[in-house]
Nanobody
Framework: QVQLVESGGGSVQAGGSLKLSCSAS????????LGWFRQVPGKEREGVAS???????NYADAVRGRFTIVRDNDRNTLWLQMDSLKPEDTAMYYC?????????????????????WGQGTQVTVSS
């Protein structure tokens, strides 16, 4: 099991950038599929990006080309670089982890089938 703690949320104007961080503690971090999710009140939590144990990335259509997911296994840290932010990106953002094969990583994130969650960090984008 890994424990996850997010940081880096805040408020920004449309077109701006933010970088979220997710620090992990626990064993076998290198073997985890990692992902970022977001949720707005009244809607389901949605997966926005994943990165597998072999560093393969996937993105939701709504963020592809604007967001970048990065992991550093030596530092047990996950990041989400968010550029060209839009008001519709406003949400609570969560990092998550699940032990799975690299091949199945994005499928697990898309189906919200994960075992470890952070507490969330708020991102607000104003127009």
């Amino acid at each position: 099991q890994v424990q996850l703690v997010e940081s880096g949320g805040g408020s920004v104007q449309a077109g701006g950038s933010l970088k979220l961080s997710c620090s992990a503690s626990g064993s076998f971090y290198n073997n985890y599929c990692l992902g970022w999710f977001r949720q707005v009140p009244g809607k389901e939590r949605e997966g926005v990006a994943s990165i597998s144990s072999d560093y393969f990335q996937n993105y939701a259509d709504a963020v592809r080309g604007r967001f970048t997911i990065v992991r550093d296994n030596d530092r047990n840290t996950l990041w989400l670089q968010m550029d060209s932010l839009k008001p519709e990106d406003t949400a609570m953002y969560y990092c998550a982890a699940v032990l799975d094969s690299a091949f199945s990583c994005w499928a697990r994130i898309r189906s919200r089938d994960v075992t470890n969650w952070g507490q969330g960090t708020q991102v607000t984008v104003s127009s």
